[in-house]
């Protein structure tokens, strides 16, 4: 990996995901929510989420591990149950921050800052596979350097539109549940429709990406489709609430 394909990587990693949370964050007419809890939510989604929900992913992964041989069963069941729950699970208890915690103060906040942790998970997690990318570019080492480059540029593109909406489209909506029991004080019972809600979304698109359905092509732009109606959805959400409130 060279200083170039270094910085490209970090540019690509990050600057979407942050554009996403400006661009959620601006969503609101009345009443925007202030940078610093934003920024607290996206720095918790990028760091102790991430760390929490590798943890927890290979806590589950033990039992499975032990009782199942077959590999693409276990590379399955991670890929479409656990890394959902997991990541759904450690990212909204960025709203449960004091910081956080005091500003929800209208319903849609909830959406707002569940989709910005979300967004900040989403950029560590592209800058994982990213690496991950580079330095197997000994793989590539038949193809021109130029056409290295234009797939990486190509496979961060893709994970900048796909990932970054998903894991904001997803999150907003437990973040959704956890402002709703917080401002209403009713236990955290009521969050799990909500909760349940964003590892069906999340699942669903890991299955879109991962399996062929009607082919690589089909799958790949189902997914996307399907991001780009689920953060309409959201932003659509989160525009009524913030007329109704105002």
Same mark, same amino acid.
């Given at each position: 990996?060279?200083?170039?394909?270094?910085?490209?990587?970090?540019?690509?990693?990050?600057?979407?995901?942050?554009?996403?949370?400006?661009?959620?964050?601006?969503?609101? /007419?009345?009443?925007?929510?202030?940078? /610093?809890?934003?920024?607290?939510?996206?720095?918790?989604?990028?760091?102790?989420?991430?760390?929490?929900?590798?943890?927890?992913?290979?806590?589950?992964?033990?039992?499975?591990?032990?009782?199942?041989?077959?590999?693409?069963?276990?590379?399955?069941?991670?890929?479409?149950?656990?890394?959902?729950?997991?990541?759904?699970?450690?990212?909204?208890?960025?709203?449960?921050?004091?910081?956080?915690?005091?500003?929800?103060?209208?319903?849609?906040?909830?959406?707002?800052?569940?989709?910005?942790?979300?967004?900040?998970?989403?950029?560590?997690?592209?800058?994982?596979?990213?690496?991950?990318?580079?330095?197997?570019?000994?793989?590539?080492?038949?193809?021109?350097?130029? @056409?290295?480059?234009?797939?990486?540029?190509?496979? @961060?593109?893709?994970?900048?539109?796909?990932?970054?909406?998903?894991?904001?489209?997803?999150?907003?909506?437990?973040?959704?549940?956890?402002?709703?029991?917080?401002?209403?004080?009713?236990?955290?019972?009521?969050?799990?429709?909500?909760?349940?809600?964003?590892?069906?979304?999340?699942?669903?698109?890991?299955?879109?990406?991962?399996?062929?359905?009607?082919?690589?092509?089909?799958?790949?732009?189902?997914?996307?489709?399907?991001?780009?109606?689920?953060?309409?959805?959201?932003?659509? /959400?989160? /525009?009524?609430?913030?007329?109704?409130?105002?």
């Amino acid at each position: 990996m060279n200083r170039i394909e270094f910085i490209l990587l970090i540019i690509m990693s990050f600057l979407p995901p942050v554009i996403f949370a400006i661009w959620i964050r601006n969503t609101e /007419k009345y009443h925007r929510e202030r940078w /610093k809890p934003i920024i607290l939510c996206f720095c918790w989604g990028a760091t102790i989420a991430v760390i929490a929900s590798i943890i927890l992913e290979m806590v589950l992964q033990i039992p499975l591990a032990v009782s199942v041989e077959d590999h693409n069963s276990i590379w399955f069941f991670m890929a479409v149950v656990v890394a959902p729950f997991a990541e759904e699970f450690t990212k909204p208890f960025a709203l449960r921050l004091k910081t956080v915690k005091k500003e929800l103060d209208e319903f849609e906040d909830g959406l707002i800052y569940g989709a910005v942790a979300g967004l900040g998970f989403s950029a560590t997690e592209n800058l994982l596979y990213g690496l991950s990318f580079l330095l197997r570019g000994q793989e590539f080492d038949s193809l021109p350097a130029g @056409m290295f480059l234009l797939m990486f540029l190509m496979f @961060m593109l893709i994970r900048s539109f796909g990932g970054c909406l998903l894991h904001a489209a997803a999150t907003a909506w437990t973040g959704y549940g956890v402002g709703k029991s917080i401002m209403n004080k009713t236990s955290v019972i009521r969050i799990l429709p909500f909760f349940i809600l964003a590892c069906f979304l999340h699942a669903f698109y890991n299955f879109l990406v991962t399996f062929e359905l009607n082919g690589v092509v089909v799958g790949f732009f189902t997914a996307m489709l399907f991001v780009a109606l689920s953060i309409h959805i959201v932003r659509k /959400k989160i /525009k009524t609430l913030d007329m109704l409130s105002r």
